[in-house]
């Protein structure tokens, strides 16, 4: 017997033993489990605050789309600012409720084209109140869940619009003064009689110098009486019967006796179809009584407009494969960068420096021109010396000249600041989605190095400072991409010192933005005097450099580095650009990293308070529970030492009721 109970004691140790293995082994795997749920918590919060970001600070309208009917299921507060619906009666609508009437007709195509592959497109919206505006939309379809969903960016383009038509206006002003001899034009507000004159009738009425306010009455004045009726009675039949405004009358000029003037207008109305501003020409017809005296003036006025215009004006023939300039006017010599004796007449405009592809832009809307008989305008980028320059151009076809081959006029005007404006607020856009995506930093200053590069420069190098002082690229662009690399390169075998005195170092001790003339200015000592470091630079190409500091809270974060393209040189307004993008690259990191130290500092707050909780439980129910076990298996040990055997299977049976309690007790805990 005493055998047999030695047995069931060396048995009970056992699967005691195993019972505290089986306790531990799932102990680990209760933890395992909290640890998992936690990652997946961190990854929810991200992707939420991410959303929550992207979604309220956007300035673009955005919408989900259910694809199936068009039901709005979700939208950011720039749409609900954009509508005017509050947000729960915006998801009650269609996107078809959202649309000007007259578009719904494409919404079908668009959508199913959005939901195959993504579309690009401009369409009208309308607002709760039924006033309507201009859109671009960029549309892609997605599963969401278990449902098909269109994502639609929407940007209301109301002021580009309002721009390209005041452009427009400009442009029909221009013409105006073309074909009526440049003599001068006007504009009058048929509803505040408001009156704007070109300098040139300031002349012909004279009125007196051009920094008087002109007005419709004081034009009256000068109107000879005998046919100060016959004038107002012109206007007003414009007006009555939509036709363009024709009048030849005498003008009494205070200096010069009595002119004879030819005036042209037209009537543009609003969209409400209503008269709303006359815009003419007038021009001295003088000279069909008095030839010679005016002859005379009318050419000393296009001589002035002539020489003086900002305007690149000029004639021209054309021939097979390049442009023939017969006469230019001095804008045009500087243009070229002509000296004041040099002349373009007689000249191919290849000898002239144009691009070729310029030249072929040109025969091809020259020719345009000649087909349909109508003026063409374009738009065409000239390099230069200081970089390219973006040209407005119109042309018109005159007939065949002496040798055979036909003749043009063009205007042309340089665009290049407003080009440049255009530019750097599409930059700037596409920087602001980039930076309030769901990225980490590398991966968006990675991407902003990329806009940089597709905008305005030959290559990006984004700089971070550490902890410890040391300056480590992070991101690198180059138009070619194969020469990426040699960014890296140059960074890991010439590591910048932020005691350097120049260039990178120096706007990361200063914090202000730097313009350099040339690839190789203000290069220390120990690099301009390296062959293996200026030939490695050169092989990166380049011409003029940008560096402007990551400026976020007071603290220089790092550095973003432009280095303008071969032929293109950087100006204070591209530093400002670079700036800007530097500015926002810099909230976004700190935004991160701010989001990421909270994070941090949450998850090992709520660790710490787990420990303690689990600390506590453990000394005020586990301790006592495995006490009362131990004291229970002991007291089995002394009754099969002393021969009790019955009474030691009795309160072994209670042994694993209290074993089976425990576990149950550890299990609720861990």
Same mark, same amino acid.
């Given at each position: 017997?005493?055998?047999?109970?030695?047995?069931? %004691? $060396?048995?009970?140790?056992?699967?005691?033993?195993?019972?505290?293995?089986?306790?531990?082994?799932?102990?680990?795997?209760?933890?395992?489990?909290?640890?998992?749920?936690?990652?997946?918590?961190?990854?929810?919060?991200?992707?939420?605050?991410?959303?929550? /970001?992207?979604?309220?600070?956007?300035?673009?309208?955005?919408?989900?789309?259910?694809?199936? +009917?068009?039901?709005?299921?979700? &939208?950011?507060?720039?749409?609900?600012?954009?509508?005017?619906?509050?947000?729960?009666?915006?998801?009650?609508?269609?996107?078809? +409720?959202?649309?000007?009437?007259?578009?719904?007709?494409?919404?079908?195509?668009?959508?199913?084209?959005?939901?195959?592959?993504?579309?690009? @497109?401009?369409?009208?919206?309308? =607002?709760?109140?039924?006033?309507?505006?201009?859109?671009?939309?960029?549309?892609?379809?997605?599963?969401?869940?278990?449902?098909?969903?269109?994502?639609?960016?929407?940007?209301?383009?109301?002021?580009?619009?309002?721009?390209? &038509?005041?452009? =427009?206006?400009?442009?029909? $002003?221009?013409?105006?003064?073309?074909? !009526?001899?440049?003599?001068?034009?006007?504009?009058?507000?048929? =509803?505040?009689?408001?009156?704007?004159?070109?300098?040139?009738?300031?002349? /012909?009425?004279?009125?007196?110098?051009?920094?008087?306010?002109?007005?419709?009455?004081?034009?009256?004045?000068?109107?000879?009486?005998?046919?100060?009726?016959?004038?107002? +009675?012109?206007?007003?039949?414009?007006?009555?019967?939509?036709?363009?405004?024709?009048?030849? *009358?005498?003008?009494?000029?205070?200096?010069?006796?009595?002119?004879?003037?030819?005036?042209?207008?037209?009537?543009?109305?609003?969209?409400?179809?209503?008269?709303? $501003?006359?815009?003419?020409?007038?021009?001295?017809?003088?000279?069909?009584?008095?030839?010679?005296?005016?002859?005379?003036?009318?050419?000393?006025?296009?001589?002035? @407009?002539?020489?003086?215009?900002?305007?690149?004006?000029?004639?021209?023939?054309?021939?097979?494969?390049?442009?023939?300039?017969?006469?230019?006017?001095?804008?045009?010599?500087? @243009?070229?960068?002509?000296?004041?004796?040099?002349?373009?007449?007689?000249?191919?405009?290849?000898?002239?420096?144009?691009?070729?592809?310029?030249?072929?832009?040109?025969?091809?809307? @020259?020719?345009?021109?000649?087909?349909?008989?109508?003026?063409?305008?374009?738009?065409?980028? %000239?390099?230069?010396?200081?970089?390219?320059?973006?040209?407005?151009?119109?042309?018109?076809?005159?007939?065949?000249?002496?040798?055979?081959?036909?003749?043009?006029?063009?205007?042309?005007?340089?665009?290049?600041?407003?080009?440049?404006?255009?530019?750097?607020?599409?930059?700037?856009?596409?920087?602001?989605?980039?930076?309030?995506?769901?990225?980490?930093?590398?991966?968006?200053? &990675?991407?902003?190095?990329?806009?940089?590069?597709? !905008?305005?420069?030959?290559?990006?190098?984004?700089?971070?400072?550490?902890?410890?002082?040391?300056?480590?690229?992070?991101?690198?662009?180059? $138009?070619?991409?194969?020469?990426?690399?040699?960014?890296?390169?140059?960074?890991?075998? *010439?590591?910048?010192?932020?005691?350097?005195?120049?260039?990178?170092?120096?706007?990361?001790?200063?914090?202000?933005?730097?313009?350099?003339?040339?690839?190789?200015?203000? /290069?220390?000592?120990?690099?301009?005097?390296?062959?293996?470091?200026?030939?490695?630079?050169?092989?990166?190409?380049?011409?003029?450099?940008?560096? !402007?500091?990551?400026?976020?809270?007071?603290? #220089?974060?790092?550095?973003?580095?432009?280095?303008?393209?071969?032929?293109?040189?950087?100006?204070?307004?591209?530093?400002?650009? #670079?700036?800007?993008?530097?500015?926002?690259?810099?909230?976004?990191?700190?935004?991160?990293?701010?989001?990421?130290?909270?994070?941090?500092?949450?998850?090992?707050?709520?660790?710490?308070?787990?420990?303690?909780?689990?600390?506590?439980?453990?000394?005020?129910?586990?301790?006592?529970?495995?006490?009362?076990?131990?004291?229970?298996?002991?007291?089995?040990?002394?009754?099969?030492?002393?021969?009790?055997?019955?009474? !030691?299977?009795?309160? /072994?049976?209670?042994?694993?009721?209290?074993?089976?309690?425990?576990?149950?007790?550890?299990?609720?805990?861990?």
């Amino acid at each position: 017997m005493p055998r047999q109970l030695g047995q069931r %004691h $060396r048995d009970l140790r056992a699967h005691h033993q195993r019972l505290k293995t089986q306790m531990g082994a799932l102990q680990q795997e209760i933890a395992a489990c909290k640890e998992e749920a936690e990652r997946l918590r961190r990854a929810m919060d991200t992707a939420q605050m991410s959303y929550w /970001l992207l979604s309220e600070n956007a300035r673009d309208i955005v919408l989900f789309i259910r694809a199936s +009917d068009g039901r709005i299921v979700e &939208a950011n507060a720039a749409a609900v600012a954009a509508y005017g619906y509050d947000y729960p009666t915006l998801l009650t609508k269609t996107i078809s +409720d959202l649309r000007e009437p007259a578009t719904l007709n494409a919404l079908p195509e668009q959508m199913q084209q959005a939901d195959a592959g993504g579309i690009l @497109f401009e369409t009208r919206h309308r =607002r709760s109140d039924g006033s309507i505006f201009p859109v671009e939309v960029s549309a892609r379809g997605a599963d969401v869940g278990e449902e098909r969903l269109l994502l639609s960016i929407i940007r209301d383009i109301t002021e580009r619009k309002q721009a390209e &038509a005041a452009l =427009r206006r400009g442009q029909e $002003r221009l013409q105006m003064v073309l074909r !009526a001899g440049r003599m001068g034009w006007w504009e009058r507000d048929l =509803r505040t009689n408001e009156t704007t004159w070109s300098d040139t009738l300031y002349d /012909l009425l004279g009125q007196g110098a051009p920094g008087n306010r002109p007005s419709y009455e004081q034009f009256l004045q000068r109107v000879h009486p005998d046919d100060r009726q016959k004038v107002q +009675d012109r206007v007003r039949r414009a007006i009555d019967e939509r036709g363009e405004y024709s009048a030849e *009358y005498r003008l009494v000029h205070p200096n010069s006796g009595v002119r004879w003037v030819l005036e042209k207008g037209r009537i543009f109305y609003d969209p409400a179809d209503h008269s709303q $501003r006359l815009v003419g020409v007038s021009f001295d017809l003088t000279q069909r009584k008095w030839v010679e005296e005016g002859l005379r003036e009318s050419e000393a006025i296009l001589r002035s @407009f002539y020489d003086n215009t900002t305007l690149l004006l000029g004639l021209v023939e054309i021939g097979e494969d390049d442009i023939l300039h017969l006469y230019d006017n001095p804008a045009t010599h500087r @243009f070229y960068g002509l000296p004041a004796a040099e002349s373009t007449t007689g000249r191919w405009a290849s000898s002239l420096g144009m691009p070729p592809a310029a030249i072929r832009e040109g025969l091809s809307r @020259f020719r345009e021109s000649e087909l349909s008989g109508q003026p063409v305008k374009f738009e065409y980028v %000239h390099d230069s010396p200081s970089g390219p320059r973006w040209l407005a151009a119109t042309v018109v076809v005159i007939g065949p000249g002496f040798s055979g081959r036909t003749r043009f006029c063009y205007v042309a005007e340089d665009v290049t600041e407003r080009k440049q404006v255009e530019i750097g607020q599409q930059v700037l856009a596409e920087a602001g989605r980039l930076l309030a995506m769901s990225l980490s930093v590398t991966d968006r200053l &990675a991407e902003l190095a990329e806009i940089g590069v597709k !905008a305005i420069a030959e290559w990006c190098a984004v700089n971070l400072v550490e902890a410890d002082g040391t300056i480590r690229l992070v991101a690198a662009a180059h $138009r070619e991409p194969g020469k990426t690399a040699l960014i890296h390169e140059l960074a890991e075998r *010439y590591p910048l010192d932020l005691t350097a005195p120049t260039r990178t170092p120096e706007v990361l001790r200063t914090g202000e933005g730097r313009l350099y003339a040339g690839l190789f200015e203000a /290069l220390p000592p120990d690099r301009s005097q390296d062959p293996a470091y200026r030939r490695l630079l050169a092989q990166l190409g380049g011409q003029t450099i940008i560096i !402007a500091p990551l400026v976020a809270r007071e603290r #220089v974060l790092g550095s973003i580095t432009c280095v303008s393209r071969p032929g293109q040189r950087y100006n204070r307004e591209d530093l400002a650009l #670079v700036e800007e993008l530097a500015r926002r690259a810099a909230l976004a990191v700190d935004n991160v990293r701010l989001y990421e130290a909270e994070q941090q500092a949450r998850q090992e707050a709520e660790e710490t308070a787990e420990r303690s909780r689990l600390d506590r439980d453990l000394r005020e129910t586990v301790v006592p529970a495995l006490e009362n076990l131990n004291m229970r298996i002991e007291r089995v040990q002394s009754l099969l030492d002393s021969g009790q055997t019955d009474a !030691a299977q009795v309160n /072994l049976r209670e042994l694993k009721q209290v074993a089976a309690e425990t576990y149950s007790l550890l299990s609720k805990l861990l």
